[in-house]
């Protein structure tokens, strides 16, 4: 698979519980991003990676967020005490370190809910 | 803080019409400027702009960087329904992209 791929695709959880999502990018692609899209806005810049160096946060990204790129491949981000405000959907991208004005490619989402 | 503004937020035609959508943006560091389409999923990549006044084209799809404007327009001519989507622009900067809010696009057969 050539794409970047997210999981999982859907999660529903209860208010207060933590959740974590996967993501995988194009496996030449030393960056990766994290951005949150809630109903009828543009997606949101949460954080990036440039392989595992987290290189910028967005205030967006509370203390309860926390993204990882362990060994500059796939990322996690966590979400603690998950709150209703969380619900949105979370998406992916990943480019590499020439193309990196070409724009990303995106992974479909995770769609968190949050009940 | 940057900050891109789209207009119009919705628009709704009839199939056969042409439409043009703007965006206008302050971002630090501009590079480039890119479109996306978004339907049910992930946005979907359109056209990259990096120099004013070259027109990028796609079939029934254009668009034009004004950079002294802070600017850009999408037209689309002879919509089909299959343009029901909403279109997002986003510049580069500050090395990632900032998205505006999107315009909702409706095309009526």
């Known amino acids: 698979d050539t794409g970047v791929s997210q999981d999982p695709r859907h999660k529903i959880t209860k208010r207060g519980q933590n959740v974590t999502f996967r993501c995988d990018p194009i496996s030449e692609h030393n960056r990766l991003y994290w951005y949150r899209q809630t109903l009828g806005q543009g997606p949101e810049f949460l954080t990036y990676?440039?392989?595992?160096?987290?290189?910028?946060k967005s205030r967006l990204l509370s203390d309860r967020f926390s993204a990882e790129r362990p060994k500059g491949s796939f990322s996690t981000l966590e979400i603690q005490r998950t709150e209703q405000g969380d619900s949105a959907m979370y998406l992916c991208?990943?480019?590499?370190?020439?193309?990196?004005?070409?724009?990303?490619?995106f992974g479909s989402g995770t769609r968190l809910t949050v009940v | 803080e940057d900050k891109v503004v789209q207009s119009p937020l919705s628009l709704v035609v009839h199939e056969g019409d042409t439409v043009t959508l703007n965006c206008s943006y302050e971002v630090t560091n501009f590079r480039s400027l890119l479109w996306y389409k978004q339907e049910k999923k992930a946005p979907t990549f359109l056209f990259m702009l990096?120099?004013?006044?070259i027109e990028k084209k796609s079939g029934r799809l254009s668009s034009i960087l004004d950079k002294k404007e802070l600017s850009s327009i999408l037209n689309i001519t002879a919509t089909q329904t299959g343009d029901s989507a909403i279109y997002l622009c986003?510049?580069?900067?500050?090395?990632?992209?900032?998205f505006g809010t999107g315009t909702r696009l409706t095309i009526i057969p």
């Open positions: 990096t120099s004013s006044g």
């Open positions: 990676f440039q392989n595992e160096a987290q290189l910028e």
């Open positions: 986003a510049p580069f900067g500050n090395e990632k992209l900032t």
């Open positions: 991208a990943s480019s590499g370190a020439g193309t990196v004005y070409f724009g990303y490619t």
